[in-house]
Nanobody
Framework: QVQLVESGGGLVQPGGSLRLSCAASGSIFSIRAMGWYRQAPGKQRELVAIATNGGGTIVGESVRGRLTISSDNPKNTVALQMNSLKPEDTAVYYC????????????????WGQGTQVTVSS
């Protein structure tokens, strides 16, 4: 069992920046990648970004160029720095841990945190 705890959500003005962090505990030796998804009201959960233990990253198309994902394998933490935020970035952001290459490619897999609300509004 892996537990994921997110922090860093909140209210941000359009054009602002935000940093989200996630820490994993429990059976962390089994983690192959960590990342973030988000879900806005009335929409499906979508990929934000994933960082693999091998150093690779996968970034969602809607946020490409506006964020940086970083992970610290020994500590099993992952951070997401988002810049130039837009109102359409408003969503609940979920930390996610993957346990295989198959799961990395499939959005509905792995372990999930409780989610943290990000609201972009003036």
């Amino acid at each position: 069992q892996v537990q994921l705890v997110e922090s860093g959500g909140g209210l941000v003005q359009p054009g602002g920046s935000l940093r989200l962090s996630c820490a994993a505990s429990g059976s962390i030796f089994s983690i192959r990648a960590m990342g973030w998804y988000r879900q806005a009201p009335g929409k499906q959960r979508e990929l934000v970004a994933i960082a693999t233990n091998g150093g690779g990253t996968i970034v969602g198309e809607s946020v490409r160029g506006r964020l940086t994902i970083s992970s610290d394998n020994p500590k099993n933490t992952v951070a997401l720095q988002m810049n130039s935020l837009k109102p359409e970035d408003t969503a609940v952001y979920y930390c996610n841990a993957k346990y295989s290459d198959y799961e990395v490619q499939n959005p509905r897999t792995g372990s999930w945190g409780q989610g943290t609300q990000v609201t972009v509004s003036s």
